[in-house]
């Protein structure tokens, strides 16, 4: 069974500082991977998604993230937060070829202060 | 991409009452999805809902506390029965998309008391 990490579960943060989230999955196989976030009041939406090919990965609002495989991780970053991006974030990995329902890391908590 | 709707918003329910939990998608989808969200933890499937079978539940979820009804290709409830203040939680419905990507409804906050 495939399992996910998140290791930081509160990150508060003041504008224009760098982000980082990590995220840590075990599966033996290929696997695509994925990070949600959920705005306040708002619906969990896709940030950004990975499946192959380049293992950098652009989403919106200038979020990036990168695949290392030999570490089985999949950081979320941006080199400078908004007050905007003040959000829930959550990884999420399903098996390539198999089942395509997801399993969600435990979510980090991000607070940006302006 | 999807767009679902979910009724109610939110619902103060008593012990022992059930809640009915209503998911529209504006698509026809094979699947839909009910999550739980509890404060501080993962999103953790509850079941799977196929239009025209049973719905397959997750480990630790059974049918006579959480019956499921998937009438067509756009619509799903969720029943959450015998209600205890430890159901108190967020219900979320999805479908999935592109391969695995995931597009969730607004969430239904339940209270119990």
């Known amino acids: 069974a495939q399992s996910v990490s998140q290791h930081n579960h509160h990150v508060i943060l003041s504008e224009a500082a760098s982000l980082e989230l990590g995220c840590n999955y075990s599966y033996g196989g290929t696997v695509n991977l994925f990070w949600y976030v959920q705005y306040p009041g708002q619906h969990l939406q896709l940030l950004l998604k990975y499946f192959s090919g380049d293992p950098l990965v652009k989403g919106i609002k200038g979020f990036e993230a990168e695949f290392i495989k030999s570490k089985f991780s999949f950081n979320l970053r941006k080199p400078s937060v908004q007050w905007s991006d003040t959000a829930e974030y959550f990884c999420a990995v399903t098996s390539s070829g198999g089942s395509y329902i997801p399993t969600f890391g435990r979510g980090t908590s991000l607070i940006v202060h302006p | 991409s999807a767009v679902i709707s979910q009724k109610p918003s939110r619902d103060i329910c008593q012990r022992g009452t059930s809640l009915t939990i209503q998911c529209q998608v504006d698509s026809q989808v094979t699947m839909m999805f009910w999550y739980r969200q509890q404060p501080g933890q993962s999103l953790t499937l509850i079941a799977t809902?196929?239009?025209?079978?049973?719905?397959?539940?997750e480990s630790g979820f059974v049918i006579d506390k959480f019956p499921i009804s998937r009438p067509n290709l756009t619509f799903s409830t969720l029943t959450v029965s015998n209600l205890s203040p430890e159901d108190s939680s967020i219900y979320l419905c999805?479908?999935?998309?592109?391969?695995?990507?995931?597009?969730f409804g607004p969430g239904t906050r339940l209270t119990v008391t």
């Open positions: 809902a196929n239009q025209g079978s049973e719905a397959t539940y």
């Open positions: 999805s479908v999935e998309s592109n391969g695995s990507e995931q597009y």
